[in-house]
């Protein structure tokens, strides 16, 4: 089964510097999605940035990259230039493409990123 | 406008009294599912659906119940809601298993349920 680890509860940055959220998973199967996801305030849900995992480059878009380390089942959100609206809490989650849990996306538990001015 | 739509977005409700959280997608997506989120749990699973009439059970499904009858909709049933299933509650939709694993999964808004 999945499991998604994000160790970091809660994490602050000065506006402008780049932050790293982490996050690591668990899974057997050799294909599978890893996603990021941002949830302001608001609550709504807001896709940031997707890896596969035979994609041999990192995944990037905008300020937003996937540092993806596939050995070590990592894959760590960078953001760069912090700005006060990604103030958020931040998801970790991942998709099996194969075998019987297709469609069993599993999140990790968040992690509340806080941009200081 | 593509989007997610659920109703009710806030309920209150006491135990036992059935309650039917409804969901439709305007984006002919296959996939569909339905997520619970908690203080310090994250997003749960509770049943997700590749397509009309396939539905099978994510993480937490005790508890409820879904049906797939059109491409659409996909409510969440709640037969005798307890206190322990107050949840902020989401569904949301993809284009099949591509769209999943591309991670274009569009959320709805959330719905906000308190059990008494």
């Known amino acids: 089964a999945q499991k998604i680890t994000q160790t970091q509860p809660g994490m602050f940055v000065q506006e402008k510097e780049a932050v790293t959220l982490d996050c690591t998973y668990d899974?057997?199967?050799?294909?599978?999605?890893l996603f990021w996801y941002k949830q302001p305030s608001s609550g709504e849900m807001i896709f940031l940035i997707y890896?596969?995992?035979?994609?041999?480059q990192n995944a990037t878009e905008g300020r937003y990259s996937l540092n993806f380390q596939k050995a070590r089942k990592s894959a760590n959100l960078v953001i760069s230039a912090s700005q006060l609206g990604d103030s958020a809490m931040y998801f970790c989650?991942?998709?099996?493409?194969?075998?019987?849990?297709?469609?069993?996306?599993?999140f990790g538990k968040g992690t509340k990123l806080s941009v200081k001015p | 406008e593509a989007q997610v739509t659920q109703n009710p977005r806030y309920l209150i409700t006491v135990t036992g009294k059935k309650l039917t959280v409804t969901c439709s997608q305007n984006?002919?997506?296959?996939?569909m599912s339905w997520y619970r989120q908690d203080p310090g749990l994250g997003l749960r699973q509770i049943y997700y659906?590749?397509?009309?009439?396939?539905?099978d059970k994510g993480d937490v499904p005790e508890g409820y119940k879904v049906s797939r009858k059109e491409k659409r909709n996909f409510p969440l049933i709640l037969e005798s809601p307890s206190p322990n299933q107050t949840s902020l509650y989401f569904c949301?939709?993809?284009?099949?298993?591509?769209?999943?694993?591309?991670?274009?999964?569009?959320f709805g808004e959330g719905s906000r349920l308190t059990v008494l």
């Open positions: 949301a939709s993809s284009n099949g298993l591509a769209g999943l694993s591309t991670g274009e999964l569009f």
């Open positions: 890896q596969g995992s035979y994609d041999e």
């Open positions: 984006m002919n997506h296959e996939y």
């Open positions: 899974t057997s199967d050799q294909s599978y999605g």
């Open positions: 659906s590749m397509n009309v009439e396939v539905t």
């Open positions: 989650a991942a998709a099996e493409a194969d075998g019987g849990s297709q469609g069993n996306l599993i």
